[in-house]
């Protein structure tokens, strides 16, 4: 196992190489740069300001030479300094990086409980009215974009009830501390998380559903049946478990887009996480602030990845640790 | 109901006279800023949230009223030399820094050298001075090469900003640590950045006017998304929508909410002007006949009406009428298809492919950008819409890489600061994002406006720039569509937040919380 997680690092490595080399030159080819952006945001600029700027982000140099310093610094761990946020970078992500993945965890983890409850229920009751419910209201929440379920949910709950803020991680001024802050914060994560969550959850209950009952026709659960076992527990030990691995597989590939998703929903709700950091660097060409959110972003996918593939050996131990 | 809402905007102020009440102190006062700025320290970042939070930590000698007269700052007095080249500022005493220290000439001859390097709008406003200088601690004198009409109007805190010599003498300013926990003379003080989140200030207890400012604080809340920002008010979480902060066709429905005021003040020192640049080296462009067409093909009462929900003004011409020297006296582009038609033809124009870049600032742009562009296709014209970000546009225009582009400018109270710099062949310069980017030259338009910034006294000012704008309405190098109005939309209890032509980037000092 040690040696499939070494050579999965390695690999891993290469990875992120190619994925600054490519982003380095992609975001070069749309136009504009971050000191086209800064001089117009200044109001008054003359090209000497603009070729200030240029220098002072080293945008002057030839692009392979800027190139070898990015991923020179990138190899001391040093994401280098955000244009525009005038900050290092690493320290601009480690400030964001808990909020996004306190919401994109607990999107995470609503989006696999509620779907696997689901659809175990879909599947159990194959067929009936409860199934249909189910399967309409997954579909109706998957087709639904996530920037309108945000908008809504905040009309609903933050305009007419009134029941939950409808922007930021905590209540600004109030400072609260102990219980009280965990409450406030939890109170602001509910919608941010509900949304990315059900969208998600979607599609687990679509796939733990078709999984269980393609799974529920395999002989061994016939075996199960005619052991005398009840049905609960085939239901739960034989046939949940087995439909359970194309859901695992499934929940590595979104960890990577659940940072994805998390850059509408952190635009709307003002949630401070690196998914919002993400759109502004864009928008304003911050070079190495976008590579940065992408080198930890794709660490976190690789890293996720790594993890299902360890959970796919706990699931079904027949599974071997092939490189 | 449109009628009705531009009616309240327009007595907002008189009704906020009317009830002019003893102010009450205390309590905090939450604001929207957006996009979040990329920095506080005045002197390095001049872009409009930076100004807006940071008008509140540093000042600058003077104010302006609303009338753009000057106002005691940091400077409690000033006089004029009768050859128009001396400026004499007596400093206000006892004032001091955030950390304790005291201010006094030298800070002001530091910043000044500073701002040369770093403030390009003060580089260019201070093109004329010849010397700065401190006889005493509490005296600064500048000297001109010659005499510069718009001079007195440079001293607001965002053209030339005053930093503090102790903390930046001998560092490089820069990158000095001292501008992420920024030092000013203002009415509040730094206290805390939460990036992505907000910025706390908290009232400086040593303030040079007494009993100012009221408040106890301001958080600017950062919310990135429009819908948002109008949700934050509409549930109380914010008290102050400063101008451009939501989309405009929500003006009107935020406008009505209950205990909601509404006001367009504090936008006269900025004066911001709307207009297509016509890129006169286009060989479409570069025909007079066209570029006068354009002005007759597109309806910019309906862009006032609808699109701008009937806020702000059509431009007769470059100047905005809340700037000196603004005359009407020029030649009208009333909406004319017909008439625009006729030019076209006597252009010779056969239907050659115009390319419209509009703003990239929000569904506001857009909708002006497909309106002017159906304006213009009506009239014949063959039009192809560019579609980019604010990165993408940016580099275009840097580029001339443009036939129509959509822009806005502020104009500085003055022709000489914020009018001549977008006409004058001295202005046309690749690379830059501002200024003459639509290529115009004329040789009699440069002599005026060279005339006109050093002309003594303001009735000779006053006559070249009237003239200079005749030849200019009737040249059309730019298409000039509107004078802008953002207004600014608070909760009824916040009193007196603006009282300057600076508005909202002046500061809170004067603002406080009817309970």
């Known amino acids: ?323 | 109901m449109l009628k009705k809402f531009v009616l309240a905007l327009a007595l907002s102020g008189v009704s906020t006279m009317a009830l002019a009440q003893e102010p009450k102190i205390g309590g905090t006062i939450n604001a929207v800023i957006q996009p979040e700025p990329p920095g506080l320290m005045l002197a390095l970042v001049q872009n409009g949230p930076t100004q807006m939070v940071s008008g509140n930590i540093y000042e600058g000698l003077l104010r302006y009223s609303k009338t753009l007269e000057p106002q005691p700052g940091l400077a409690e007095s000033w006089t004029i030399s009768p050859d128009a080249k001396t400026y004499t500022f007596k400093l206000k005493q006892g004032v001091t820094w955030h950390d304790g220290k005291p201010f006094t000439a030298a800070d002001v001859l530091f910043s000044i050298e500073t701002l040369k390097v770093t403030h390009a709008r003060a580089r260019n406003n201070l093109v004329q001075l010849d010397k700065v200088e401190a006889p005493d601690d509490y005296t600064v004198v500048f000297t001109l090469k010659q005499p510069f009409g718009p001079f007195i109007g440079i001293f607001e805190v965002g053209s030339m900003p005053i930093i503090p010599k102790h903390i930046y003498e001998g560092t490089d300013v820069k990158t000095n640590p001292a501008n992420n926990t920024p030092i000013g003379t203002g009415p509040f003080m730094f206290k805390e950045w939460k990036k992505g989140s907000f910025i706390q200030l908290v009232k400086n207890p040593n303030y040079h006017v007494k009993g100012k400012p009221y408040i106890d604080g301001i958080y600017w809340q950062i919310i990135p998304d429009a819908a948002a920002r109008s949700v934050a008010y509409e549930t109380g979480k914010v008290d102050v929508l400063p101008g451009g902060s939501i989309e405009n066709f929500d003006v009107p429905r935020v406008s009505k909410l209950p205990n909601t005021c509404v006001t367009g003040d504090g936008w006269e020192f900025f004066s911001p002007m709307a207009w297509m640049w016509l890129n006169n080296r286009s060989p479409v462009l570069a025909n007079k006949k066209v570029r006068q067409a354009i002005m007759y093909a597109v309806d910019r009462e309906f862009a006032k009406d609808v699109i701008w929900n009937g806020l702000g003004k059509v431009a007769t011409g470059p100047s905005s009428s809340a700037i000196k020297f603004y005359t009407d006296n020029v030649p009208k582009y009333p909406y004319d298809p017909a008439k625009a038609k006729a030019l076209l033809k006597e252009a010779g124009y056969k239907g050659e492919k115009v390319r419209l870049m509009p703003l990239p600032y929000g569904e506001t742009w857009s909708r002006w950008g497909e309106a002017v562009k159906q304006n213009l296709v009506d009239v014949g014209m063959n039009i192809e819409t560019i579609a980019t970000d604010v990165p993408g546009s940016n580099q275009k225009n840097m580029e001339w890489d443009y036939d129509i582009s959509f822009t806005y400018l502020y104009q500085y109270g003055d022709p000489a600061l914020g009018v001549g710099r977008n006409y004058v062949t001295s202005a046309i310069q690749k690379g830059q994002l501002f200024n003459n980017l639509e290529g115009y030259s004329n040789p009699e338009v440069d002599k005026l406006f060279e005339e006109g910034a050093v002309a003594t006294p303001d009735s000779k000012r006053k006559e070249i720039y009237e003239k200079v704008q005749k030849i200019l309405v009737e040249d059309v190098p730019v298409a000039w569509q509107l004078e802008l109005q953002f207004p600014t939309i608070t909760n009824c209890k916040i009193k007196n937040l603006i009282t300057t032509g600076i508005g909202v980037n002046d500061g809170f000092r004067d603002a406080w919380i009817d309970k």
């Open chain 1, 1 to 323: 196992m040690l040696s499939f997680v070494a050579q999965r690092i390695v690999k891993g490595v290469f990875v992120l190489l190619a994925i600054i080399v490519m982003n380095f030159f992609l975001i070069r080819i749309a136009p504009g740069d971050p000191a086209a952006v800064m001089a117009g945001e200044a109001g008054a600029s003359d090209a000497q300001f603009v070729q200030q700027l240029r220098e002072k982000f080293s945008l002057d140099k030839p692009l392979p030479e800027q190139l070898f310093i990015y991923v020179k610094g990138v190899a001391s761990l040093d994401l280098g300094f955000s244009f525009r946020q005038q900050m290092p970078v690493s320290k601009l992500i480690a400030e964001r990086l808990p909020a996004t993945l306190l919401l994109t965890l607990t999107a995470f983890a609503i989006s696999l409980i509620l779907g696997i409850t689901f659809g175990t229920l879909a599947a159990r009751f194959a067929g009936t009215w409860a199934d249909t419910a189910i399967t309409v209201s997954a579909l109706l929440f998957y087709a639904t974009p996530i920037f309108w379920v945000a908008l809504m949910s905040i009309l609903l709950f933050s305009v007419y009830l009134g029941w939950l803020p409808s922007f930021g991680y905590e209540t600004v001024g109030a400072n609260y501390s102990g219980l009280a802050h965990v409450k406030d914060v939890a109170l602001h994560l509910i919608m941010p998380a509900m949304t990315i969550g059900l969208f998600f959850m979607a599609t687990y209950t679509r796939m733990t559903r078709a999984s269980m009952l393609e799974v529920k026709r395999l002989d061994f659960v016939k075996t199960a049946r005619a052991k005398g076992l009840r049905d609960n527990i085939i239901q739960r030990r034989h046939v949940l478990r087995n439909a359970l691995l194309p859901v695992v597989t499934l929940a590595g590939v979104h960890s990577g887009t659940l940072v994805g998703g998390a850059v509408l929903t952190e635009t709307v709700f003002a949630w401070p996480g690196i998914g919002r950091l993400l759109y502004e660097a864009l928008l304003q060409r911050d070079y190495n602030l976008l590579l940065g959110v992408f080198v930890v972003c794709s660490a976190m996918v690789l890293i996720f990845n790594l993890v299902t593939d360890l959970v796919y050996r706990l699931v079904d131990p027949r599974i071997e640790f092939a490189s």
